[in-house]
């Protein structure tokens, strides 16, 4: 490992050894004897699942700072596209991962293929409604209590999930991440951030399938004739105000290429951490 290859982690005092990284995400993309899914059983989007799924592992170790030894909750964990490299990450004796989703199709794959391999790797069914993956559900995602104590993680992942959620939800759910968050604990989130160069398409390269449109004052902007919940986008400023009433601060907002400009990344990527508490 070269010094050139160290670089500052969010993480305060950390570097990351970035050969390591590197190879760690490619390894993950290459491993055919990594569990992964039947495509037609896989329902969080389309493009490559492993090669997706290796991508983030880098962003979550480079831009979240997650460690070895990390607790993670992963909020929406669907089938498992952002667990399976974190197995090749999280330390299998100090390290540990829940993940929660309310499509049994998705639990169900996760624990019969990665908790067996990788005991360290739990998931949970809860019955959330959601209008397009668990229309029948019992909990309204206005009421979500997440299943776990008080600081119980240091690490929060929300992939593609904020981007389904109605308004009326966010803050309940932020409220929660702050919640079983320990105090310094980091939040990864992605969400499509409605900005000026987003909503007007300025320079004509927006992804054509995100075509946002603004309905009356809601802070929601929507793809037209898709359902509302297919994809949503949030007005700039909202997520952040919301964040700030959960008691999180916001790290790192990092806007993504989705809307026509240069990043390394499609949706735009938001790190909070939990404040400390006040005496
Ligand atoms: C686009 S998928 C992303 C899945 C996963 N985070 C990933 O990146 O691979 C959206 C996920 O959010 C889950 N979801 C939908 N409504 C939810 C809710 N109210 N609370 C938590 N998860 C929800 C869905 O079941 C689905 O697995």
């Known amino acids: 490992m070269t010094q050139a290859a160290l670089q500052q982690s969010p993480a305060p005092g950390r570097l990351i050894d970035e050969d390591r990284v590197r190879w760690l995400?490619?390894?993950?993309?290459?491993?055919?004897?990594?569990?992964?899914?039947?495509?037609?059983?896989?329902?969080?989007?389309?493009?490559?699942?492993?090669?997706?799924g290796a991508e983030f592992l880098g962003h979550f170790i480079r831009i979240g700072g997650l460690r070895e030894d990390g607790r993670v909750l992963d909020i929406g964990c669907g089938i498992g596209r952002m667990a399976v490299p974190l197995t090749q990450y999280l330390d299998p004796q100090v390290g540990r991962y829940d993940g929660i989703d309310p499509v049994e199709g998705g639990i169900d794959w996760c624990q019969r293929t990665i908790t067996p391999a990788?005991?360290?790797?739990?998931?949970?069914?809860?019955?959330?409604?959601?209008?397009?993956?668990?229309?029948?559900?019992?909990?309204?995602?206005?009421?979500?209590?997440?299943?776990?104590?008080d600081r119980h993680f240091n690490f929060v992942i929300m992939t593609s999930v904020v981007t389904h959620l109605p308004p009326a939800e966010i803050?309940?759910?932020?409220?929660?991440?702050?919640?079983?968050?320990v105090p310094g604990g980091r939040l990864f989130m992605t969400a499509f951030v409605v900005d000026r160069i987003a909503a007007a398409n300025e320079n004509g390269r927006r992804d054509p399938r995100l075509a946002f449109r603004r309905y009356g004052e809601s802070p929601c902007w929507f793809v037209p004739n898709q359902p509302p919940l297919a994809a949503i986008g949030?007005?700039?400023?909202?997520?952040d105000k919301a964040l700030g009433r959960a008691g999180l601060s916001l790290a790192l907002k990092s806007l993504g290429h989705w809307r026509g400009t240069k990043a390394g990344h499609h949706q735009d990527f938001i790190v909070a951490k939990r404040r400390g508490d006040v005496r």
Do not use: C
Not at 25 to 52: M, W, Y
């Open 25 to 52: 995400v490619e390894s993950a993309k290459d491993n055919r004897f990594l569990p992964q899914p039947e495509s037609t059983n896989v329902f969080v989007g389309d493009g490559d699942f492993r090669a997706i």
């Open 118 to 149: 990788y005991p360290n790797f739990a998931f949970q069914r809860l019955d959330i409604a959601h209008e397009l993956y668990n229309p029948n559900g019992k909990i309204s995602g206005k009421a979500l209590a997440l299943p776990f104590p």
């Open 171 to 181: 803050l309940v759910y932020l409220t929660e991440v702050r919640r079983i968050l």
């Open 234 to 239: 949030f007005e700039d400023g909202f997520l």
